[in-house]
């Protein structure tokens, strides 16, 4: 049998106990090294703790250790949006109503700037990178959520996309696609946290909305986002009004709250929709829907929408490269944001003859196109959503709901104030 190696092997028969080789022997450098391979930043924490030199170390050099160790934990596709998101910008967009359209413009254009500048000057504690990694554990958890419920809403079943995620399993950078998509989804909460509309005013008004509305898109096309990252926000924010609310209540009742459901953010989100079962989640959401509708209806529905017509998308795409991308490059997100566009652009017409069809049916693709939460997924999965968008409409649409138009449903409701107060009655359930 072959010996077993104890300490004692390691120790020269000459050496005695006090001469063996202690943690303060080692150099710092050495110790240092040791504690950047740490593989999450919860890690270095607990080994900093078991002994003091350790501890020492990692408060003075805590800098260069949250740094490293966050790289160690995070997917580098997410470090920067990790970063942004969980720590979040100084900057917002206002209120609507004290804005012109050059505000908007000039905000997105600080917004774009602070990210461009925001790791090279992050100088950032353990503590703050732990607050990081926990956001990333409630991003993992809900990209886990995305997968496991994508294809359900309560009592709604929707079989091809079940069957799709069935025979190809999620890929890797389907998983880091949603990831972004929820890590984006929170910025741009935060950028537009104070966008309130909805008072009793002329139609004046809310034509100037329509325009501003109109602006921030672009803007944010030419400065802050792609049209495929914006697309799969859409796409993950529409798998978070599923998961909250079904299709089973009133369009308008569910769109008058989600807004503000929707703008309390991430912590919200994974508590609703991670730690609650799906029976659980309308006792809980239900005081926080009682909160929202208090107040006038928010314009985060809105924004996260494709917008007034041909203003970022619905028209031509560009070369992909003339775009400024937030995230790294994503050569299958783009090929599937180009069929995505390229598919709606057969439902769109500017000859006012045919407009009103064309509309209806290309607010219905759309709509699908958002129950399949199309953009989150690599191309190869193109062609199983085209089978269902053929002619004549396949029988998988017997029965099914899909998407509504917010920026259309939103409008709406803000111009019709007086239609809100048997709103503050209505339930969870409707």
């Known amino acids: 049998m072959a010996a077993v190696a104890t300490a004692s092997h390691f120790v020269s028969p000459t050496t005695t106990v006090h001469d063996q080789l202690k943690l303060t022997d080692l150099a710092n450098e050495l110790l240092l090294a040791i504690l950047e391979f740490c593989p999450d930043i919860a890690s270095l924490l607990n080994i900093a703790h078991t002994h003091p030199t350790l501890y020492y170390l990692a408060y003075e050099y805590q800098v260069v250790l949250a740094a490293q160790v966050l790289k160690n934990e995070l997917p580098e596709e997410v470090y920067v949006h990790a970063n942004l998101a969980s720590r979040g910008i100084p900057i917002s967009i206002g209120n609507p109503d004290d804005l012109v359209e050059d505000d908007i413009t000039n905000t997105i254009g600080a917004v774009a700037l602070f990210k461009d500048t925001f790791l090279s000057s992050l100088k950032s504690s ?58 984006l989804f929170e910025i741009l909460r935060k950028t537009c946290k104070d966008m309130y509309v909805g008072k009793d005013q002329a139609h004046n008004y809310y034509l100037e909305f329509y325009y501003k509305l109109g602006e921030l898109h672009i803007s944010l096309m030419d400065y802050f986002l792609a049209p495929w990252e914006m697309y799969q926000v859409i796409a993950i924010q529409a798998f978070f009004r599923r998961a909250l609310h079904g299709f089973e209540r009133d369009e308008t009742v ?72 937030f995230g790294t490059e994503d050569a299958s997100g783009v090929r599937m944001w180009e069929r995505i566009e390229a598919k709606q652009l057969e439902m769109f017409t500017d000859d006012p003859q045919w407009t009103d069809m064309f509309d209806y049916e290309l607010a219905r693709l759309e709509g699908r196109l958002d129950l399949w939460s199309a953009a989150l997924w690599d191309a190869d999965r193109w062609g199983d959503i085209l089978q269902t968008l053929s002619l004549p409409e396949p029988s998988c649409w017997k029965g099914i709901q899909h998407h509504c138009e917010p920026m259309e449903l939103g409008f709406y409701i803000a111009k019709n104030i007086h239609r809100q107060h048997w709103m503050l009655n209505e339930t969870v359930e409707g």
């Open 254 to 325: 569910s769109e008058r709250a989600m807004p503000g459901l929707l703008t309390l953010g991430i912590p919200f989100l994974h508590e609703a929709l991670f730690t609650k079962t799906q029976d659980e989640r309308d006792e809980f959401i239900r005081p926080y829907e009682e909160e929202v509708l208090t107040k006038p209806i928010h314009a985060f529905g809105m924004v996260l929408s494709r917008g007034a017509r041909r203003t970022w998308t619905r028209k031509q795409p560009k070369p992909h490269a003339s775009y400024k991308r």
């Open 126 to 183: 353990i503590l703050g990178a732990l607050e990081v990694s926990r956001f990333h554990r409630k991003v993992v958890d809900l990209t886990e959520v995305c997968l496991r419920e994508c294809f359900e809403c309560r009592t709604q079943l929707f079989t091809p996309l079940q069957l799709s995620l069935e025979r190809r399993k999620p890929s890797r950078s389907e998983r880091i696609r949603i990831q972004q998509s929820i890590y």
